[in-house]
């Protein structure tokens, strides 16, 4: 089974920084791409950046260009997106999922991890 286990969120103050992982198991990591997705209070879930496993290839919603990078270490199965400069807007479950694309935007069925929580202070 396709598992993914996002960790490392937090409270923290605006301009901070933080980094989640995502350790990915129960498949080959270079199959799929992928991403990091957030969902706040009374919003609809959204793609924040998604990580193509094999050749690295990257994709940022514009809201976090500059800010967030994401990354990846195929020896550990595991994603990172690393949050710096963050902001209020910020606040979010945040999740990661497998894909078949390089934006992530056709998530494999039942691929989410469970989610991390971030708030952020102003």
């Known amino acids: 089974d396709v598992q993914l286990q996002a960790s490392g969120g937090g409270l923290v103050q605006a301009g901070g920084s933080l980094r989640l992982s995502c350790a990915a198991s129960g498949f080959t990591f270079d199959d799929y791409a992928i991403g990091w997705f957030r969902q706040a209070p009374g919003k609809e879930r959204e793609g924040v950046s998604c990580?193509?496993?094999?050749?690295?290839?990257?994709w940022y919603t514009d809201s976090v260009k500059g800010r967030f990078t994401i990354s990846r270490d195929t020896a550990k199965n595991t994603v990172y997106l690393q949050m710096n400069n963050i902001d209020p807007d910020d606040t979010a479950v945040y999740y990661c999922?497998?894909?078949?694309?390089?934006?992530?935007?056709?998530?494999?069925?039942?691929?989410w991890g469970q989610g991390t929580q971030v708030t952020v202070s102003s």
């Open positions: 990580i193509s496993t094999n050749d690295g290839t990257t």
């Open positions: 999922a497998a894909a078949f694309d390089s934006r992530c935007r056709v998530v494999v069925a039942g691929a």
